[in-house]
């Protein structure tokens, strides 16, 4: 039976942290619960990644099998906390239990998808150009090349997901499945669900025997954090959260002599674009779908739609009828915490004062309490308004989105030429709209976005092989990247090259007969001879 203490795990140590004490708040109450969490201290936190660089040479030298084991072993333990984890996650976040389960299941489905990934092997990307010793004029030398792990990686969660995009989530994942050791800086405003998944994560990595060190849990003040960020040992960090954190984060690692590479995912809007024929054929049922997206989760998704295009048409006013009165009827609620409940608040008073703006639909029922409850609203502007006002496109994080009524296409177009990058932007087109645009849309909103769906709703990220995560900045901090989905574990990891290398002192996945039988590529032919 897993307790929470407020500590700190240094592989397999429990440390308590010598810093500033702090609890957790239940959102649903305003009320702080009763644990004290502790900070670690500056000489702590070199202790810990002292740690973390000790293990980095065994760990990332383990057979690929040994990984897979300790991933599975990750996803068991967190199983089998039971019931105490999502009851646990739900105090803290105020989220329903049944998202909380079914995040739990992605959450384990995940770090098992990564483990099939490091077991099949072929991730590394294995290219071999055997020697050409008769080459004229000049012979050519055995190269191999495949990608590594980069080293010590600290990761910061997310408060929307604080199980999916936290302690275990995707970036402890597959910065483990690459073979770097982790350190994870626990999210303040779910430590007591960070410590449970953290012991869980203690456990299996003692039963599957990981080196000491192969993974921590941190409690830690933004000084501290951002010295484990700026500690030579480390390697990489993995970020979810505000704009504001992961630049933050991010100056700090530019800084450094060696500069890392941050992956931060931080602020998206998502656009939406609704074309002429779109709205005509089937606009009422587009507004339905469009309130149950920008409402799902109060809103506190990084894929919800904030922003939606369209033009004037004879059916716009059906379409806002429809979408106001979806909003009007949904109730608000619980949001993950008191400061987020404020700047959504603030957020939403803000943009509602600017010049042509209109609020077209608030939630018709109160919140039971104001400083807990976001109330879901939609708004109204011009195109005009919105490309002289860049204002109106940045993130209000909640349960509300703004619509954009553009003159024609040609208006559309250019408001998004405007925008800034995205993790997500949606097309709604019917064929007619197709065979008449001037433009092509698909081109126009790859440009700004790292998903593009065709007629659906961003909210819902898949985890599978094909899933980008990601998206041009302000989305993320590096657009080549995801955090979701099996391409996750490049971040991790970087290629080397090995020239003229004996059979036997090459990675297993290089060498010659293939003994981990992975996919290879032998000049330029894929097979697993
Ligand atoms: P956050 O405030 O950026 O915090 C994420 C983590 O980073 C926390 O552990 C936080 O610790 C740490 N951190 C933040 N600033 C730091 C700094 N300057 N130095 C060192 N560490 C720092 O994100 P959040 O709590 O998840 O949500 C807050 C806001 O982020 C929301 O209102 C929303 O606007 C946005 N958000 C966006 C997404 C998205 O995917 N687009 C997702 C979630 C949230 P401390 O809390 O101790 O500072």
Same mark, same amino acid.
């Given at each position: 039976m897993s307790t929470i203490t407020g500590a700190s795990l240094f592989g397999s140590q429990t440390l308590t942290g010598e810093g500033a004490a702090y609890t957790a708040t239940a959102p649903a109450r305003n009320e702080s619960l009763p644990e004290s969490f502790f900070n670690i201290s500056p000489a702590q936190a070199e202790q810990v990644v002292q740690l973390a660089s000790a293990a980095f040479g065994p760990y990332s030298q383990l057979h690929p099998h040994r990984r897979a084991e300790f991933l599975e072993a990750i996803a068991d333990e967190i199983e089998a906390l039971g019931d105490v984890l999502p009851e646990r996650a739900h105090a803290e976040s105020g989220l329903p239990m049944a998202r909380l389960t079914g995040e739990r299941g992605r959450t384990c489905g995940q770090l098992r998808m990564f483990a099939r990934l490091v077991r099949e092997?072929?991730?590394?990307?294995a290219r071999i150009n055997p020697?050409? $010793? &008769?080459?004229?004029p000049l012979p050519r030398p055995d190269l191999r090349r495949m990608l590594v792990p980069l080293g010590p990686v600290v990761v910061f969660g997310a408060s929307?997901?604080?199980l999916a995009f936290s302690v275990a989530g995707g970036d402890t994942a597959s910065a483990l499945a690459a073979g770097c050791p982790v350190i994870v800086k626990a999210h303040p405003a779910h430590p007591g669900t960070s410590e449970l998944v953290g012991r869980a994560i203690q456990a299996a990595a003692l039963k599957t025997e990981m $080196? &000491?060190?192969t993974f921590a849990l941190v409690h830690a003040d933004n000084a501290v954090a951002q010295a484990l960020v700026g500690h030579p040992v480390v390697k990489a960090v993995g970020f979810t959260g505000s704009r504001a954190g992961g630049l933050a984060l991010l100056r700090v690692a530019q800084a450094r002599p060696e500069p890392i590479p941050v992956y931060a995912e931080m602020s998206s809007v998502n656009p939406t674009v609704i074309l002429a024929g779109a709205m005509q054929e089937r606009g009422t049922a587009i507004a339905e779908g469009l309130a149950g997206s920008i409402t799902l989760?109060?809103?506190?998704?990084?894929?919800?739609?904030g922003l939606v295009f369209v033009t004037q048409t004879d059916k716009l006013n059906e379409f806002l009828g429809t979408l106001g009165a979806k909003i009007r009827a949904t109730v608000p609620a619980t949001m993950l915490n008191a400061g987020i409940c404020d700047h959504y608040r603030t957020g939403l008073d803000t943009l509602s004062r600017s010049?042509?703006?209109?609020?077209?639909a608030e939630s018709e029922t109160d919140a039971r309490s104001e400083a807990t409850e976001g109330r879901p609203a939609v708004l109204t502007t011009t195109g005009a308004a919105f490309r002289s006002n860049p204002?109106?496109?940045?993130?209000?994080?909640?349960p509300s989105s703004l619509v954009v009524v553009c003159q024609d296409e040609a208006e559309v177009a250019a408001c998004l030429q405007t925008m800034e990058g995205q993790l997500t932007a949606t097309l709604f087109a019917a064929d007619s709209d197709l065979q008449t645009s001037a433009y092509n849309w698909v081109a126009l909103l790859q440009q700004k976005a790292g998903r593009v769906l065709f007629?659906?709703?961003?909210?819902g990220v898949e985890v599978c092989e094909?899933?980008?995560h990601g998206g041009p900045f302000p989305a993320t901090?590096?657009?080549?990247?995801?955090?979701?989905?099996?391409?996750?574990?490049?971040?991790f990891a970087r290629p080397v090259t090995y020239q003229s290398f004996p059979n036997a002192l090459l990675p297993l996945a290089l060498q010659q007969e293939n003994p981990l039988g992975i996919w290879r590529e032998i000049d330029g032919v894929r097979g697993k001879e």
């Open positions: 092997g072929s991730w590394v990307d020697a050409l $010793p &008769d080459r004229q929307n997901f604080p $080196p &000491d060190g989760g109060v809103g506190q998704f990084c894929t919800n739609p010049a042509e703006v209109e609020v077209l204002a109106l496109s940045h993130e209000v994080f909640g007629g659906g709703y961003p909210t094909a899933m980008t901090s590096d657009a080549r990247t995801t955090s979701v989905g099996t391409a996750a574990i490049e971040r």
